[in-house]
């Protein structure tokens, strides 16, 4: 009898599926009314599960072990659910020490041409099964084969925006009649900030007389830093009209629901930028980047940048930095100057020649 080796819950237009791959090959796809329908058909599915996998050390048993892990923090929702991505892909009957290196590297080059998630999401998943290593350790897996190593934090793969490509897509945006749309692409290239802050934004977070903007979250998280900050003058122009009198009204919404809103903004924009020949994954997250890789060319410090950005560290901005040719000009020039040799004095020879008696009189 065929037992299976890997199975997976996905959510499809006409309803729940379940997909279950054999040991022989085979593939089958359950269809399913809901998800607590396609729960309790995985389960019949698994009843084949050969003797040798029953009591090795599960994903699901992992799973449990994460939640009791991340209880600590302030935002458990995200490491949370990128645990359960990686339970759904392997399935939760997987033995930990049964993921090889092969699939793992699968499972990376799927988020990063399927899916589009950045190097940095792709690295942070796949950290959730080195977690889950660290657990099957604990309770007595001797043997794991190797992982491969995380994805390259690398500026070629982002795609990052050039002035022309913004101006035509703003352009297109305009004539199509999605004015909102077009401010909102400007204010998140001046201010860089992640598309979950500039939802959030109500009109109490604008002050218009100061020109300033408040990023605010009420549980700040390990990626996230509530920061005030300036605005430039262009986003002060496409953010003006939105500010309303009542102070707890959105700023940005195209809807009242922010993951809405969201989802509209980003197919008006991969729209235009599919009318305007321009081929980007992640259009709305590499606007970030293009914000602070501007910074980092400019001459910004790590720490500039952070403060900016809302990074928790200087390490995570590390790679915005890219120093002006100009500065390393003026370090060739100080080094180059006659008033930089450096001199030996008496008193400093003779400071060294001590050193030297003591150690060698307290020789052995």
């Not at 339970?87 to 589009?116: C, T």
């Amino acid at each position: 009898m065929a037992t299976v080796t890997k199975h997976s819950i996905s959510r499809r237009k006409s309803g729940w599926v379940v997909n279950v791959v054999y040991d022989n090959g085979t593939r089958r796809q359950l269809s399913c009314k809901s998800q607590a329908h396609a729960m309790e058909r995985l389960r019949d599915a698994l009843n084949g599960v050969s003797d040798e996998l029953i009591g090795q050390f599960t994903l699901r048993d992992a799973y449990e072990k994460a939640k009791e892990h991340y209880a600590k923090l302030a935002n458990q929702k995200s490491p949370i659910s990128q645990f359960e991505e990686v339970m759904q892909w392997f399935g939760p009957a997987m033995p930990v020490n049964r993921i090889s290196f092969a699939a793992v590297k699968k499972y990376q080059d799927h988020l990063l041409e399927k899916v589009g998630n950045s190097p940095s999401t792709v690295n942070a998943k796949v950290a959730k099964i080195r977690l889950a290593r660290d657990f099957a350790v604990q309770a007595g897996v001797k043997s794991l084969p190797p992982l491969p190593k995380n994805v390259p934090l690398s500026f070629v793969e982002k795609g990052l925006w050039t002035p022309d490509e913004l101006t035509v897509v703003v352009r297109d945006l305009s004539n199509r009649g999605y004015i909102k749309h077009a401010h909102l692409l400007l204010f998140l290239y001046e201010m860089g900030c992640r598309h979950s802050e500039a939802f959030r934004l109500r009109s109490r977070d604008i002050d218009l007389r100061k020109g300033t903007v408040h990023f605010f979250k009420p549980s700040p998280d390990h990626k996230n830093q509530n920061r005030r900050l300036p605005l430039t003058p262009q986003a002060v122009d496409v953010i003006s009209d939105y500010v309303k009198k009542d102070r707890n009204a959105p700023v940005w919404h195209f809807d009242g629901d922010m993951r809405i809103s969201h989802s509209r903004f980003d197919g008006q924009l991969r729209i235009s930028l599919e009318r305007c020949g321009i081929d980007k994954r992640r259009p709305v997250h590499t606007l970030r980047d293009t914000c602070l890789s501007r910074l980092g060319q400019a001459g910004c410090t790590a720490f500039e940048i952070m403060q900016w950005s809302g990074h928790k560290s200087v390490s995570a901005v590390s790679l915005y930095v890219q120093m002006d040719v100009s500065r390393l000009n003026k370090a060739r020039d100080i080094l180059s100057a006659t008033t930089c040799q450096p001199t030996v004095t008496k008193p400093h020879v003779a400071d060294l020649q001590q050193v030297v008696c003591n150690l060698q009189k307290n020789r052995p």
